[in-house]
């Protein structure tokens, strides 16, 4: 069973890094059927979609966040990673790690993590 | 590229829900829909435009076409109320609807 849960500080500093990390059991993150997408909710809002990574390394990234954004594998770890720069209080939001099935084409999200709340506070 | 939700619908036990999600010809892209209950995570309920993922009822249907995708729920139990989301990609990006609250009532 793909499980896949994610990590990090649960709070963060105005201007500092955001950085969490995505462990995926029950498969193998470099697999070419599938690929690794990290996707937000402010609080009470809706779903926005960050970016995704596949396992050639090629990235996507929402435009919006592009400028601050990167999104890494490591094969060894069996983890992705997202880093996101310069966070104001706007990034407060539950961060979720979600595999895209390429089976499924065109990749929608068939595993989620169970999310975790990052604060931007000083 | 943006797709739009109506913010809630309703419908009554039994009844059928039709949930749309309108974008720019969003017929010619595929469309798969999520739904959310409060405090757990999205749960995948259909992908290219109609197929249903292993496990997921049969009531649960889509289509898309022209401009719109719909999520329609037949018989549409207690169980169903939640929040619903689409989502499509438009040159690798993915795009999520603002979701829709269905309220069974």
């Known amino acids: 069973q793909v499980q896949l849960q994610e990590s990090g500080p649960g709070l963060v500093k105005p201007s500092q890094t955001l950085s969490l990390s995505c462990n995926v059991s029950?498969?193998?993150?470099?697999?070419?059927?599938?690929?690794w997408t990290w996707i937000r909710q402010h609080p009470g809002k809706g779903l926005e979609w960050i970016g995704n990574?596949?396992?050639?390394?090629?990235?996507y990234y929402n435009p919006s966040l592009k400028s601050r954004l990167t999104i890494s594998l490591d094969t060894s770890k069996n983890q992705f990673s997202l880093k996101l720069t310069s966070v104001t209080a706007a990034d407060t939001a539950v961060y979720f790690c979600?595999?895209?099935?390429?089976?499924?084409?065109?990749?929608?999200?068939?595993?989620w993590g169970q999310g975790t709340l990052v604060t931007v506070s000083s | 590229y943006e797709v739009t939700q109506p913010p809630s619908v309703s419908v009554s036990p039994g009844q059928t829900a039709r949930i749309p999600c309108s974008g720019d010809?969003?017929?010619?892209?595929?469309a798969c829909w999520y739904q959310q209950k409060p405090g757990q995570s999205p749960v995948l309920v259909i992908y290219?435009?109609?197929r249903r993922p292993s496990g997921i009822p049969e009531r649960f249907s889509g289509s898309n076409s022209g401009n719109t995708a719909t999520l329609t729920i037949s018989g549409t139990q207690a169980l169903d109320e939640a929040d619903y989301y689409c989502?499509?990609?438009?040159?690798?990006?993915?795009?999520f609807g603002g979701g829709t609250k269905l309220t069974v009532l």
């Open positions: 979600a595999r895209g099935d390429l089976g499924m084409v065109p990749g929608p999200f068939d595993y």
């Open positions: 010809k969003l017929g010619d892209k595929f």
């Open positions: 990574i596949y396992y050639s390394g090629t990235t």
């Open positions: 290219q435009d109609t």
């Open positions: 989502q499509t990609w438009d040159n690798n990006i993915g795009v």
């Open positions: 029950g498969g193998s993150i470099s697999s070419v059927n599938y690929h």
